[in-house]
């Protein structure tokens, strides 16, 4: 557990583009199967969602992952970013 102080007027606040590479990065470690898994529904949720905060090499990792996928895994994984987006 953290024991320290955090310097309030210190702190730097986190660059606008920081999202889209966290939500990238998500993706790529569904995709890579680093989890011991791959999971192509998690990996497609993420790319779209980094895809749609600005990172344009997520689309064509979506695209690449999305022809591995069927018909109803990728309305699966279109559902779950929607759902991601609305509460966030």
């Not at 557990?1 to 569904?30: C, H, K, N, S």
């Not at 993420?46 to 090499?57: E, P, Q, S, V, Y």
Request: glycine fraction near 6%; charge should be negative; charged fraction near 20%.
């Amino acid at each position: 557990m953290f024991q320290g102080v955090i310097d309030q007027e210190g702190a730097v606040p986190v660059a606008a583009t920081a999202i889209q590479d966290v939500l990238f990065e998500r993706g790529m470690y569904w995709a890579s199967g680093r989890s011991g898994v791959v999971n192509l529904v998690a990996a497609h949720k993420w790319f779209n969602l980094a895809a749609l905060k600005g990172r344009t090499d997520a689309m064509s990792h979506r695209r690449e992952v999305a022809e591995q996928m069927s018909d109803v895994e990728i309305a699966a994984a279109q559902r779950e970013a929607r759902a991601w987006m609305t509460t966030h």
